[in-house]
């Protein structure tokens, strides 16, 4: 079955830095849009970054210049690299990707379905 296994988050102080890892397993045929989103305590989900299988990104505003989405599409991992962490960045963060699976049968379904991480909590406090 598919899975998404995510690791990095923790404690660091303000103006720290953090690298957060989220690999997919299982029967995949394709990964096309991986990403990482964050819900704060109190607030929605909220988008962080996004990278697409042709290498485009994009930022939420309040990240930009600090945070860096990459991928290394051998190992079907994702990776956002959080620099200048303020306490605002606190939140549990999630991967999210967009993965055409392997069905039944070995049937390779027309398009892919978002599958979302467990969450890894990232908290930025001195």
């Known amino acids: 079955q598919l899975q998404l296994v995510e690791s990095g988050g923790g404690l660091v102080q303000p103006g720290g830095s953090l690298r957060l890892s989220c690999a997919a397993s299982?029967?995949?045929?394709?990964?096309?849009?991986m990403g990482w989103y964050r819900q704060a305590p109190g607030k929605q989900r909220e988008l962080v970054a996004t990278?697409?299988?042709?290498?485009?990104?994009n930022y939420a505003d309040s990240v930009k210049g600090r945070f860096t989405i990459s991928r290394d599409n051998a190992k079907n991992t994702v990776y956002l690299q959080m620099n200048s962490l303020k306490p605002e960045d606190t939140a549990v963060y999630y991967c999210?990707?967009?993965?055409?699976?392997?069905?039944?049968?070995?049937?390779?379904?027309?398009?892919?379905?978002?599958?979302w991480g467990q969450g890894t909590q990232v908290i930025v406090s001195s």
């Open positions: 990278i697409t299988s042709g290498g485009r990104t």
């Open positions: 999210n990707v967009d993965i055409r699976a392997f069905q039944a049968g070995g049937v390779i379904p027309p398009r892919g379905y978002d599958y």
């Open positions: 299982g029967s995949i045929f394709s990964i096309n849009t």
